[in-house]
Nanobody, 124 residues
Framework: QVQLVESGGGLVQAGGSLRLSCAAS????????MGWLRQTPGKEREFIAT???????YYADSVKGRFTASRDNAKNTVTLEMTNLKPEGTAVYYC??????????????????WGKGTQVTVSS
């Protein structure tokens, strides 16, 4: 099993910055990509960013240029640096990871592991 724990959420003014962190534990060798999703009540969950084990991160158009996802494989962490935050960014942000599906690792179906989420509120 893989456990993900997010931290860093809170209240921030529009135009401000916030840094979210996610720490993975457990069977971390089963983790392939790690990333972030967010959800606002009444809306579908929105993809924010994903970071593969190697290579560059991929971002949703809505946050590209403002958000930066970084991964430290040695520490099994992924961060989300958010700048120029907008009220539309108010949501619960979830850290997720995919299983490699190799060996004893569960077969991946996408976003196999989830954190409990952290609330980000952007005031206007």
């Amino acid at each position: 099993q893989v456990q993900l724990v997010e931290s860093g959420g809170g209240l921030v003014q529009a135009g401000g910055s916030l840094r979210l962190s996610c720490a993975a534990s457990g069977e971390t060798s089963c983790i392939s990509a790690m990333g972030w999703l967010r959800q606002t009540p009444g809306k579908e969950r929105e993809f924010i960013a994903t970071v593969p084990g190697s290579g560059r991160a991929y971002y949703a158009d809505s946050v590209k240029g403002r958000f930066t996802a970084s991964r430290d494989n040695a520490k099994n962490t992924v961060t989300l640096e958010m700048t120029n935050l907008k009220p539309e960014g108010t949501a619960v942000y979830y850290c997720t990871s995919d299983s490699t599906g190799w060996g004893t690792c569960p077969e991946t179906s996408g976003h196999d592991y989830w954190g409990k989420g952290t609330q980000v509120t952007v005031s206007s």
